[in-house]
């Protein structure tokens, strides 16, 4: 089976991969350099081959071994990011649900800084160019309406795709990282001596002897920030391809810090006055265009950021941490798509960082707190499924893990004291990560209730309901939704809507059952009549990153039935059935309230409690699932109202009986 993950070496690959993946990670030298040296003291060369040879091994040990090297072994089927690791080990550990959580809401809430910093630092680049010292000013407020209108535009442009443009990521990154490179060389070749900073020991004597020592790993950690992105894409550009064009990523990447360093050596001053290392190596001539390249770049790499939340998001709703929101699909591009709720939510938080920090230096100091946990819960992860998916021995995963824990650990608790000046951002963590507690805890609650019973005892009653003409029809055909997993059974409930509540008269029943499975892609589904003509139940397999078009592949299922002289929706009156009208379909969804005469325990209390007021947010929303949100709905079909030739649903298992 030739998965996305093993997709061959090509130049086509390599380019796609530039565009998509190194984003976030190749706009660091921006400002990750110059928030070393300003949070450092009087420059001198302790500090300046110090911050180079840490940057070095970090991106070496973080970048290179944890996730280049092993974290993208941990593919699903060929996908990867936090939710995917999860869906491969979540059977081996009652509780990893919580890593899961923690670390899909941590990176959604600290990758809100990354437009605003990124812009902002191109940005001020501007106040280099000669005539343009004082009106670009870090800070002011040309700037600031400068980077708010390119994040405006970047956030209205999500709802049109990014196919038209997104051809032009690869070479755009490839000028990027080209420039990244030659820049360093030429400050290089004037001081060869920073070469030496590559040796570890100069890295260990910046954290024993420097007076602000390991408090300096806070800046440090920004140049590998988006590591996390290289494992979240690696089903749109395949491990390989992402494992070879690292190489060149990290060359040019390394080789700008140690132009950076280069230049600051050659300074000899204590102080660089608020200069920024990376623009102070572009030659004058090229100033402005490096700027709009690096501009461009940022761009790219928010775009890249935004898309992964999407499917971040995508990904939680599937696996019930998240409401049922609307999800649009902008393109036909695979794994595009666009969630106007986050897309907005999202907007916000980079404005509302750009107007409380203003200048990129002071939103470094707000980085890299929630990514150093996003990473640890992905070390957590990578523990079960090296042990238990892997089956490597104790003694080696625990020798590796302890090694990251120890690492990140370390950056996390250096980030930790940057706390203080990023307090609003816990708006947003506690936000996400509480809406996806509460979604999969209220989910866990209310399935405690569903009590199954077996359909076959009351097939009669349904033949006897459906021939009972002093009953007004309700439908033709009648859809629930049902949790059961038994083929046989269905909830009480269902049953009590059918024969109690407004007793529901139809010529065929249908039940659904929805599947969710580990694999991201899976899309089968099977048909079994338990009484012919009257009685269907339709079961679905869908894969996590699968869209729960509940309506669309239901259509898609009765067509292919009509197909195949399965199933006859000829319109069972003769004064419609001779104009070929077809028959009606109706869903009927049941919702739940929480009772005032509840005994549930105050923790359950407020999670039923908050999970009901945000769903009453989602309903909604959930119109986009072709679903109302009352008992129940309006007519879904004619079966062609909507292209269904792209849901390629395979049927995998069936049984008709007739």
């Not at 055909?477 to 809507?497: D, G, V």
Request: charged share 15%; glycine share 6%.
């Amino acid at each position: 089976m030739d998965l996305t993950h093993s997709k061959k070496i090509t130049a086509a690959g390599l380019l796609v991969t530039l565009g998509i993946i190194y984003g976030d990670i190749g706009t660091s030298p921006l400002y990750t350099f110059q928030t070393i040296m300003a949070e450092g003291g009087n420059v001198s060369q302790e500090l300046v081959f110090g911050a180079i040879s840490c940057v070095f091994w970090t991106l070496t040990l973080q970048t290179t071994f944890k996730y280049v090297l092993m974290t993208l072994q941990a593919d699903n089927k060929g996908e990867g990011g936090v939710f995917s690791l999860y869906a491969l080990v979540r059977r081996y550990g009652k509780k990893l649900m919580y890593p899961a959580i923690i670390g899909a809401g941590t990176l959604l809430a600290d990758g809100i800084i990354t437009p605003p910093i990124s812009v902002t630092s191109a940005i001020e680049g501007l106040g280099l160019v000669k005539g343009l010292e004082t009106v670009i000013v870090p800070g002011n407020t040309l700037v600031v309406e400068i980077v708010l209108v390119i994040i405006l535009l970047l956030f209205v442009f999500q709802r049109f795709g990014t196919k038209i443009v997104g051809g032009s990521f690869g070479p755009i990154m490839l000028i990027w990282f080209s420039m990244l490179a030659v820049l360093g060389t030429a400050q290089i070749i004037h001081y060869p001596a920073v070469l030496k900073a590559l040796s570890p020991h100069y890295g260990i004597e910046l954290l024993v002897k420097h007076p602000h020592g390991f408090y300096l790993l806070g800046a440090v950690f920004l140049c590998t920030t988006g590591a996390e992105a290289l494992y979240s894409d690696l089903g749109h550009c395949g491990r390989r391809n992402i494992q070879v064009s690292w190489m060149f990523v990290k060359i040019a990447l390394v080789l700008n810090y140690m132009g950076q360093g280069a230049w600051v050596m050659m300074q000899s001053k204590a102080d660089l006055g608020g200069a920024n290392p990376f623009f102070a190596i572009v030659p004058h001539w090229f100033l402005v265009p490096s700027i709009f390249i690096a501009t461009a770049a940022s761009i790219i790499a928010s775009q890249a950021l935004i898309s992964g939340s999407f499917t971040l998001i995508s990904e939680a709703i599937s696996l019930n941490f998240w409401p049922k929101v609307t999800v649009k699909f902008p393109s036909n591009i695979r794994g595009q798509i666009y969630i106007p709720s986050i897309n907005w939510v999202l907007c916000t938080g980079c404005f509302l960082v750009v107007l409380y920090f203003r200048t990129s230096e002071s939103m470094t100091a707000a980085y890299g707190f929630s990514i150093t946990v996003a990473m640890l819960m992905t070390t957590i992860l990578m523990y079960y499924f090296l042990r238990y998916v892997k089956h490597l021995p104790f003694w080696l995963v625990g020798a590796i893990i302890t090694i990251f824990v120890c690492v990140e650990s370390t950056f996390f608790i250096f980030n930790a004291v940057k706390l203080l000046k990023r307090l609003f951002f816990l708006v947003f963590e506690v936000g996400l990560i509480g809406t996806m507690y509460v979604w999969y805890h209220a989910r866990k609650i209310n399935n405690r209730f569903l009590n199954f019973i077996d359909l076959n005892e009351h097939i009669p009653l349904l033949e006897m309901l459906s021939h009972d003409e002093s009953v007004p029809k309700f439908a033709t055909h009648l859809i629930y939704l049902t949790k059961a997993n038994r083929p046989t059974h269905i909830e009480q409930k269902i049953l009590y809507s059918i024969f109690s509540h407004n007793p529901k008269r139809a010529d065929v029943y249908w039940f659904v059952h929805i599947e969710r499975t580990d694999e991201p892609y899976t899309m089968e589904y099977g048909v079994e009549e338990l009484k012919a003509d009257k009685v269907i139940r339709v079961e679905f397999r869908i894969g996590f990153r699968v869209q729960q078009r509940v309506s669309l592949m239901f259509r898609k299922v009765v067509m292919e039935m009509i197909c195949n002289k399965e199933l006859d929706i000829a319109n069972r009156f003769p004064s419609l059935k001779k104009h070929n009208i077809a028959d009606d379909f109706r869903f009927v969804i049941l919702e739940k309230f929480l009772s005032y005469d509840n005994e549930f325990s105050v923790r359950e209390g407020f999670i039923l409690n908050t999970y009901f007021s945000m769903k009453k947010f989602a309903l909604a929303e959930e119109k986009a699932f072709g679903l109302d949100s009352s008992e129940t709905v309006v007519e879904n079909l004619p079966l062609v109202v909507a292209p269904i030739t792209k849901i390629n649903l395979q049927r995998a298992y069936y049984r008709i009986h007739h």
